[in-house]
C-alpha cells in the first residue's frame, strides 16, 4: 500500500468512527431509542475504528524513518 492509499484509508476509518459515534451512540441517547447494550457496542465499534486508522497512520510515520536510515 502506498503512502497515499494509507493516509485516504486513514482518513476514511477516522469518518467511519465519528459516524459511529454520532448515529449510534449520540443519536440513539438524545432520541431515547438506543439501550445501553447498543450504546456499548456503538462505543466498542467506533473505538476500533479509531485504533485501526491510528495504526495505519503510525505504520507510515514509521516507513518513512525506516526508508532515510
Known amino acids: 500500500m502506498s503512502g497515499r492509499q494509507r493516509d485516504s484509508t486513514a482518513k476514511f476509518l477516522y469518518?467511519?468512527?465519528k459516524g459511529i459515534g454520532l448515529i449510534a451512540v449520540v443519536?440513539?441517547?438524545v432520541s431515547g431509542q438506543a439501550s445501553w447494550w447498543s450504546a456499548i457496542l456503538g462505543l466498542f465499534g467506533m473505538c476500533t475504528f479509531f485504533l485501526m486508522a491510528y495504526w495505519?497512520?503510525?505504520r507510515r510515520d514509521n516507513d518513512a524513518t525506516t526508508h532515510i536510515l
Open 15 to 17: 469518518d467511519m468512527a
Open 27 to 29: 443519536g440513539g441517547l
Open 56 to 58: 495505519l497512520e503510525g
